[in-house]
């Protein structure tokens, strides 16, 4: 193009025969060969340089002294530590295990060796599983009070950690530290609880002290008269005094505070527009009206009715003005009334005691076979074991002794252990001492409650 011509050509001019030359025809054959070979060379390499494919086997020693040291660890400490060192040691000795490969010699022994570390770190987990929910279930405890939905949440995250820590079987590694772990659980689902009860009682309390108030504010609004001006009063100390009875520690508690510091001179106002005398005898008057009645109630063993009465004969008795004629007498019957308050509650208490006691012996005395028959009453438990139970204990003893069969023996006297602990705990329960009588009326165990 820019007139210079082009180079003369060196390459070596192509032969113009048609017929391919011999060493043509044999070079793809060569080729396939040397790849064939070098494949073979390298393939080989990679299978020899694998993990015990030559000479002793380190992965399956390393991983089962992991595997050893994490479990006695975990058997010495039985803490939540020792618990995730073992879980890391499994996860180790399983990956270790896995890189043996199948054309080992080893590989039996590292295929069942993973079948059992992969068993033992699924229980693990169900272990470190409920754990964690112990562990949100304490983060979510710290700084109360709480409100009642978040003491629910609590409980029933404590009641999900024990249900899986009860589940988990007597085999699995970490049982130890499990059973630790649930009295730890059933401790703290009982403290939350009683939070949980005291923050319902608060709540319960300050809305009845709110519709107290908010009742008094009507009546106050319509107050034209001396009567009128006389509920009045009464409605507002009714609110105070719930209000007042908000338990400390909960949330309801600061607001029934402010509502107290609030409402107190309006109550001072109401006071003021009737006479302290009038005021006195219809307190007293109603409060031994409504004690009267709970003492009807008591009669009826209707306990929930009776109690309430009380409570509120008691508020009235004690909201008599100081100063009046009927003030010492409101006084006598406020202790009185708080004594009989208590009493009823704690009649209460025992009834569903007793009830509950009955149920656990039913339970005890008809699980497969009938052990024995039972009564409950104020006073204390009486239990009398079945001639069949007996019977049939008695022969499995002789049997056992004859045949030398101790595996029998110790199962025997564990299960005499069973029985006695839980009776002692029934009764420990209900407060009333348990008696267990043989068939023929001899006294064979006696447990006091704790």
């Known amino acids: 193009m820019y007139g210079v011509s082009p180079p003369p050509s060196t390459e070596t001019p192509t032969p113009t025969t048609s017929e391919p030359s011999e060493w043509q025809g044999m070079l793809p054959a060569l080729a396939a060969g040397v790849g064939l070979a070098l494949a073979v060379v390298l393939g080989s390499g990679y299978l020899l340089s694998r993990p015990c494919v030559l000479g002793s086997c380190e992965a399956l020693a390393d991983a089962r002294a992991r595997t050893q040291t994490g479990m006695l660890t975990l058997e010495a400490e039985k803490t939540t530590d020792a618990l995730g060192a073992a879980r890391r040691q499994l996860a180790d000795a399983i990956a270790e295990l896995e890189d043996i490969p199948r054309w080992s010699r080893y590989s039996p022994t590292a295929r069942t060796l993973l079948a ?28 109360p009070p709480h409100p009642e939905v978040e003491w629910k949440r609590m409980a029933r995250l404590w009641e999900a950690a024990i249900a899986q820590l009860e589940a988990i079987d007597g085999d699995n590694p970490a049982y130890e530290l499990v059973q630790i772990k649930i009295e730890q659980y059933r401790d703290n689902l009982a403290s939350v609880r009683d939070r949980l009860a005291l923050e319902r009682t608060a709540q319960h309390q300050l809305e009845v002290a709110q519709s107290a108030v908010d009742m008094a504010r009507v009546r106050q609004n319509m107050a034209a008269d001396l009567a009128s001006w006389r509920l009045v009063a009464a409605t507002w100390q ?45 307190f007293y008057e109603r409060a031994v009206r409504l004690g009267d009645e709970a003492r009807q109630a008591e009669a009826q063993q209707q306990w929930a009715r009776a109690a309430n009465q009380w409570q509120q004969a008691l508020n009235l008795a004690l909201q008599v003005p100081a100063n009046t004629s009927v003030h010492d007498r409101a006084q006598t019957l406020a202790v009185s009334f708080s004594t009989a308050l208590q009493q009823v509650g704690e009649k209460q208490y ?8 009955r149920v ?3 339970r005890v005395c008809n699980a497969q076979v009938q052990i024995c028959v039972y009564s409950v009453t104020p006073d204390a438990i009486v239990v009398r074991l079945t001639e069949g139970y007996r019977n049939r204990i008695r022969q499995t003893a ?9 595996r029998t023996q110790d199962l025997l006297q564990e299960h005499f252990e069973a029985i006695a602990d839980k009776f002692r705990e029934i009764g420990s329960a209900a407060r009333r001492p348990v008696k267990v009588y043989d068939p023929e009326g001899n006294v064979i165990g006696s447990y006091a409650p704790r």
């Open 360 to 362: 656990q012996l039913q």
């Open 350 to 357: 025992l009834a569903s005691l007793l009830q509950r006691a």
């Open 398 to 406: 002789q049997l056992a002794a004859a045949t030398g069969d101790d």
């Open 116 to 143: 059992q570390y992969r068993s033992d770190i699924a229980r693990l987990d169900r272990v470190i599983e409920a754990l964690s929910l112990g562990a949100i279930a304490a983060e979510k405890s710290q700084n």
């Open 238 to 282: 009714t609110a105070i005094a719930a209000l007042r009875r908000v338990p400390e520690g909960t949330t309801a508690h600061n607001q029934a505070r402010d509502l107290l510091q609030n409402h107190q001179s309006e109550l001072a106002a109401a006071t003021d527009r009737k006479t302290q005398e009038q005021i006195a005898a219809n």
